[in-house]
């Protein structure tokens, strides 16, 4: 992962947040894509060309700086639990979660395969990604054997009809 990207910063914190919400270690084999996924998303973002360097330097390090403290205090909690600590560690990852995507902590899910919505497919109730960031940064709330929702249509033509996922939220956050 590239220093000094903001790609980079989201996936870190993100990471110390699954790390410290989780109790356990952000899998090494899930960074590479959700800063695929991430990357992708910022891209697509107009509001990101607006932003200044130095401000978004100011993001990088903020989120950098979250996201290695609350992974080397889980680190140093799993050698030396201390239960008080470890449940303010976990509110502290709940919250990072809560802030980024606007949601409850428990509907973000991470995979090998990036970020993913915890809530079920509308059409056959299966979990799984909903959000295919690398083709549109859209929701489909369709799992893949299903058909998309909307047919051929944007899924952004209905907004009153869909709810947005945890990568949109966290998009639209910027």
Partial sequence: MPANNLATGLT???AGAYAAYHNQPFPDAWV???Y???EGLLLQDSRLHQRSTVGKAADYQVMVGAGMAMMLTQAELQKAPDAKALQQLRDT???AL?????ADPQQVEFTRSGLACARACRSCARRGSCCQASQS???SLNCAACPPLYGARPVAEKPSTRRQCAAE???GSQ
């Fill in 93 to 95: 990852g709940a919250d």
């Fill in 36 to 38: 695929q996924q991430m």
């Fill in 32 to 34: 590479k894509p959700l």
């Fill in 137 to 139: 940064a859209r929701c």
């Fill in 169 to 171: 939220r966290l998009a």
């Fill in 98 to 102: 809560r802030t980024l995507f606007k």
């Fill in 12 to 14: 870190v914190v993100l």
